[in-house]
């Protein structure tokens, strides 16, 4: 199984990017598909994520502004951000997991515990 991340850079506080996850080794069909992140000297926290049938979960700290999305053909998973932070700073990293569903991946006390397969991350900056 192989999650490759791409797209971060650095951008200005108000600016938008788009990170993409290449996946390998497995049907997006069968998995939950998410986004995490973590800033120096924190934890990795849930971002976002997707299930096969459309259903999404975000954390409270990115509703209306990032939005998760697959493409079956392709086997790539998508994070659109929008209106950046500059506490969006961070190492985004793509997840895979069979058993959770969006809400847990994305909200539940195991958090990055619990997540089968992790991609190498993509770093994000964003400035004032």
């Known amino acids: 199984v192989r999650l490759v991340e791409s797209g971060g850079d650095s951008v200005q506080s108000g600016g938008s990017l788009r990170l993409s996850c290449a996946v390998s080794g497995i049907t997006l069909s069968s998995y939950c598909m998410g986004w995490f992140r973590q800033a120096p000297g924190k934890e990795r926290e849930g971002v976002a994520a997707?299930?096969?049938?459309?259903?999404?979960s975000y954390a409270d700290f990115v509703k209306g502004r990032f939005t998760i999305s697959l493409d079956f053909a392709e086997n790539m998973v998508y994070l659109e951000m929008n209106s950046l932070k500059l506490e969006d700073t961070a190492m985004y990293y793509c997840a895979a997991d069979v058993i959770l569903t969006a809400n847990q991946m994305v909200h539940g006390s195991g958090g990055a515990a619990e997540i089968g397969y992790w991609g190498q991350g993509t770093q994000v900056t964003v400035s004032s």
């Open positions: 997707i299930t096969s049938n459309g259903a999404t």
